[in-house]
């Protein structure tokens, strides 16, 4: 069900669950998987721009990370029961969200899991890292999504870029238009917004550090990374992530989006890996 506030849904019974999707926040492909937890939590789905809820095709802005974790924090304060602590998941994109929800509004959070967050700022070349990202943004606006889709998979791969198309990785749409998008057009494909008003933004974005690694925190924080990543960007970043930021790390099954291609397995592990840190 969708609840009044922040758009998100709500399924399942137990301690709550805030699942943070990648992309431009859509949720799409993540069902399996959230159905799959919902036997063990009260999986609350996030959709900061609100596109399953009936706002895609709307214009949109450049998107901010400090406006996602803002709003799931919102949704925490409507679904959370006085005097409990939730989960959070967060898969790229809103893995980077995760990991700021749990620097600014730490509180009410007992374990935040992010998943192949694209946040290269803090590696040894993360420069080279971001500007390599800002150059498939360029790509997507001035040769559109086949392009830039070819762009983002090498960057994440660590190669260059080839003449066959690819996924882009961050959802479960096929991207194959060899031109740019009209507006009206752009509006209404969740990838294509991905591309033009999140990943710039994301990808530079520099997380508090101090805040992430602070001796008096309480909430456990996990990095993790898909076994199919290994040798990628991602998987690097994450274990990077894991020791800069004073957290773990985990690997999950398939790759940055497995839980998708691999709900259930994804969703057994994290529940595994959540239950280490809920309270007898």
Request: glycine share 14%; proline share 8%; charged share 20%.
């Amino acid at each position: 069900m969708t609840e009044s506030g922040p758009h998100h849904d709500v399924r399942g019974s137990g301690p709550v669950l805030l699942v943070l999707p990648g992309g431009a926040g859509h949720p799409m492909g993540l069902g399996p998987f959230a159905e799959r937890l919902a036997a063990r939590f009260t999986v609350v789905t996030y959709d900061p721009l609100g596109l399953a809820h009936g706002r895609l095709g709307l214009p949109v802005e450049d998107q901010r990370v400090e406006r996602w974790s803002d709003g799931a924090r919102q949704v925490l304060d409507a679904v959370l029961p006085d005097g409990e602590q939730a989960y959070v998941v967060g898969f790229s994109s809103g893995g980077i969200a995760a990991l700021d929800l749990l620097a600014r509004h730490p509180e009410r959070l007992a374990h935040v899991v992010a998943h192949e967050p694209p946040c290269v700022a803090p590696l040894p070349d993360g420069a080279l890292q971001r500007g390599r990202f800002q150059e498939v943004v360029a790509t997507y606006r001035a040769e559109g999504p086949e392009a830039a889709a070819r762009g983002l998979g090498a960057v994440l791969e660590g190669r260059e870029p080839t003449a066959r198309p690819i996924s882009a990785g961050d959802g479960e749409e096929t991207v194959t238009e060899g031109r740019p998008l009209g507006r009206q057009e752009e509006l209404s494909r969740p990838m294509a917004l991905f591309l033009r008003h999140v990943l710039g933004p994301f990808t530079a974005y520099v997380p508090d550090r101090a805040a992430l690694a602070a001796p008096h925190r309480t909430a456990r924080l996990t990095l993790a990374a898909g076994a199919d990543s290994r040798g990628h960007l991602l998987y690097r970043t994450a274990e990077f992530l894991a020791g800069w930021a004073g957290g773990d790390f985990a690997e999950f099954p398939g790759g940055h989006v497995g839980a998708a291609t691999h709900a259930g397995e994804f969703a057994d592990r994290l529940a595994g890996l959540l239950s280490v840190s809920r309270p007898d």
